[in-house]
């Protein structure tokens, strides 16, 4: 062996090191629910609702489906991924009926600010009032992760709702944010999101300014497959706009869907070499609805009871298997963008960042 072959084999061995503690670096999914309420989310189908003609265009198809006589089967029945694999593996948090609340911190109860209290780690209710297209002028944690060494162009975003590329402030923070109606843009194209771009302008979303979640779901899982980004973030939309539609039906079977697509992102992580064992996925919603009066189950806001409590889910690297949280404690939204800093190893500014990390272990 000549010296110049064995000078590069030692440079190969004393970079192996590096690389690998880089790859153990934990990754981190973060999804979340636009305004599923906590009330499906711990007892399934609610029985007012469920039965309500002017709610559900069929009662009997939807209550073959969903409707199980105790909350423990009806949850099962509308989410299964949640209340069986991750039901074993991680925890559920602001089940209230046992003491477990979540809630969020803002008072507006509504998505820009909830998303911004999620993301950013602090509820600002002077400046984020309106769910207006305006640039977040407070920096999210992906902001924050793109902006340092370690993370630089290894964090994305996926939305369904139009507004996220503002949320996020794409321009200032330069995380690439797939939102709303975009389609994807790079320049290796893989051809599922060429067939994804075909498709998209073709089948009709319901809304203007939010597309189906099927379409960001899969956008983001081709990213997460191809550019193997560190901090993920993924947005559905259809639940809080079924509701506003009153289509109880609709807001039941996307809940359901939406949790197919969580199981798939988790089967994914964990058959990549990249993701697998070092993958810690976050879940939560960015407002709750109301109850009572029953008609209140399609709003949300500052003036509607109840519409601050959320709910958190954790699962994958370094959370412990606690499942359903059944004793008393308070949990807030401001937590999570925190508890994510620190799981990617990120220094947190106390000053923007005031809540206390959650302890998952
Ligand atoms: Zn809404």
Not at 165 to 188: D, L, T, Y
Not at 280 to 304: A, E, N, Q
């Amino acid at each position: 062996m000549n010296t110049k072959i064995l000078v590069s084999l030692l440079l190969l061995l004393s970079s192996v090191p590096e690389v690998y503690s880089q790859e153990d670096n934990t990754k981190v999914v973060l999804i979340t629910l636009d305004g599923f309420r906590w009330q499906e989310m711990f007892s399934g189908a609610d029985p007012q609702l469920i039965t309500n003609r002017e709610y559900v265009h069929d009662t009997t198809a939807l209550k073959k489906r969903f409707w199980r006589e105790t909350p423990e089967e009806r949850r099962k029945a509308l989410l299964p991924f949640i209340w069986s694999e991750i039901y074993e593996i991680g925890q559920i948090h602001g089940n209230r009926a046992l003491g477990s609340k979540v809630d969020l911190t803002n008072t507006m109860w509504f998505s820009y600010p909830g998303y911004n209290e999620i993301l950013t780690g602090k509820a600002d209710d002077k400046r984020i009032v309106s769910n207006d297209k305006i640039p977040n002028p407070n920096k999210t944690i992906l902001e924050l992760a793109n902006k340092s060494v370690r993370y630089n162009n290894k964090v994305s975003a996926f939305g369904s709702w139009d507004v996220f590329p503002f949320i996020i402030n794409e321009g200032r923070s330069g995380v690439p944010v797939n939102a709303g109606f975009e389609i994807a843009k790079e320049e290796n194209l893989t051809e599922r999101e060429k067939f994804l771009n075909q498709l998209q302008p073709i089948v009709p979303s319901p809304w203007s300014t939010v597309r189906l979640d099927a379409f960001t779901h899969h956008y983001a899982i081709e990213e997460m497959k191809k550019n193997h980004p560190e901090f993920i973030y993924i947005s559905y939309g259809e639940t809080d706009d079924f509701a506003h539609d009153g289509d109880y039906g609709a807001y039941l079977k996307s809940a359901h869907t939406t949790d197919a697509l969580i199981r798939e992102l988790w089967n994914f992580t964990q058959s990549d070499g990249f993701y697998k064992n070092k993958t810690v996925f976050m879940i939560t919603t960015d407002h709750g609805r109301g109850t009572k009066p029953l008609d209140t189950w399609k709003s949300h806001g500052g003036d509607i009871v109840g519409a601050g409590s959320v709910w958190f889910i954790a699962f994958g690297k370094g959370v412990s298997p606690k499942g359903e949280i059944k004793n008393e404690k308070q949990l807030f939204s401001n937590q999570i963008a925190p508890t994510i800093m620190n799981v990617l190893g990120l220094k947190i500014d106390k000053d923007k960042m005031p809540a206390d990390i959650l302890d998952l272990n």
